[in-house]
């Protein structure tokens, strides 16, 4: 523990000095501050990349020793729906939250915001489309394993690491057990270089902090006040609800495993990606005593499908700017937008940003004009840490509510 203590000061240290940073940059450089950010957010840059290296490996190789130790497939079926149940129902919630909130606080109606970033937003309608079956059919299964794994699709390659390893499953252990050692070393290899990877952290933090303040300033925090006090309001009720259901589960080592996890929830909050502590969670929910199986099979899972902060902003969002453009919309409108999200949403939790390209394609949708986006786009990267955090929250819970339902969560603390 000690270790992780020392890298949830150090990030803590680089937040502090990633605000002085690019407020002093701001203040006294305002005409360099565009190259400034470019060039120093390449620290947050090389971070992201270099746990984005590990991501497909991780996630093939450990959901396939999961599903093949098990070897029980009505334990994998069993498994599988207790945690699809949980992810339904966690996407439910949350978006329901953020639409009920938003027509309760109403922030499009109290504030007027200036259109920026005009040719960002120009470039997000752009890059986006109406949601079809057919899109969500490729999106889903990979036509190639190896495309899937250079683009990093967390959600094809799910798909096929999961039938993969039924596939050993029901091989026989003769046959299997060599590929099912062999990929189980691979796991271990890959989760020992999450603790060297995880140690640029903090430089990752420190560049994308002093980027965004140097760009926009301390002002950004006054202009969008209303907006982000309302929606960081949504955010902890939606916190309130998932810790309140966790410790129905938990009990008192809901507390235990918040301080398990404080290092991966600060490392989303400042990176604004989910994935970036994809490694770092495996580790962490295998010491607080989550069976390694159920870990390898159900956090692959929950990042394509238990997005929960990110379902709760969607709904906000898109809400937020139906409301500055005056248009009023339905509850049968909204509840229909609220389940084209739901499955517009998966797989997007290793991407930081891709909320937007999904509100934008849901506007689009429902008449409300897409160019809106260009209203949250200076705030979206603090509006995306808050969301990222909780999407490690929903899926750390998740995890440990699973292996607690199957009785296979340890009161110990051993590494792997």
Not at 193 to 199: A, E, K, L, N, S
Not at 316 to 345: D, K
Request: hydrophobic content about 55%; charged content about 15%; proline content about 4%.
């Amino acid at each position: 523990m000690k270790g992780q203590n020392k890298l949830f000061v150090a990030i803590i240290i680089a937040l502090i000095l990633g605000v002085g940073i690019g407020g002093f940059v701001h203040i006294q450089y305002p005409e360099s501050a565009e190259p400034f950010s470019k060039n120093i957010k390449l620290l947050g840059t090389i971070f992201i990349r270099l746990v984005q290296m590990i991501i497909a490996p991780l996630v093939f190789t450990t959901l396939v020793v999961g599903i093949a130790k098990m070897s029980d497939i009505k334990m994998i079926g069993r498994v599988g729906t207790k945690a699809m149940l949980w992810f339904i129902s966690a996407s439910l919630i949350s978006l329901f939250i953020g639409l009920i909130l938003v027509n309760w606080l109403e922030p499009g109606h109290v504030t007027k915001l200036p259109i920026q970033d005009t040719v960002s937003a120009e470039e997000l309608v752009k890059s986006s489309k109406g949601f079809t079956l057919e899109d969500f059919v490729k999106h889903v299964i990979p036509k190639s394993i190896f495309e899937a794994f250079a683009t990093n699709e967390v959600l094809q390659i799910v798909v096929f690491s999961i039938m993969f390893g039924i596939a050993l499953a029901n091989l026989g252990e003769g046959y299997a057990q060599p590929v099912i050692k062999l990929f189980d070393i691979i796991a271990h290899a890959i989760l020992k270089m999450v603790g060297y990877i995880m140690w640029f952290a903090p430089l990752g933090v420190l560049g994308a902090i002093a980027a965004v303040v140097a760009t926009n300033g301390f002002e950004i925090f006054k202009v969008y006040a209303v907006y982000l006090r309302d929606f960081f309001f949504a955010l902890a009720t939606l916190w309130f609800v998932l810790l309140l259901v966790g410790y129905l589960i938990l009990g008192n080592r809901l507390f235990e495993l918040i301080k398990r996890i404080k290092a991966p929830l600060l490392i989303a909050f400042s990176t604004t990606s989910s994935e970036a502590v994809f490694p770092k969670l495996v580790e962490e929910l295998e010491k607080f005593g989550c069976n390694n199986r159920i870990v390898s099979f159900i956090l692959p899972l929950g990042y394509s499908f238990n997005l929960d902060g990110s379902m709760m902003y969607m709904t906000f969002a898109s809400i937020f700017i139906a409301q500055i453009y005056g248009i009023e919309m339905t509850i049968g409108q909204q509840i229909t937008m609220l389940l084209v999200l739901m499955l517009t949403s998966k797989g997007i939790a290793g991407v930081p940003r891709a909320s937007l390209v999904i509100i934008v394609a849901t506007c689009s949708m429902f008449g409300i004009p897409p160019e809106g986006i260009a209203l949250i786009l200076p705030i979206d990267h603090f509006c995306d840490m808050g969301r990222s955090m909780t999407n490690v929250l929903g899926n750390a819970l998740a995890t440990s509510a699973v292996s607690k339902w199957e009785g296979q969560l340890e009161n110990n603390t051993s590494t792997i």
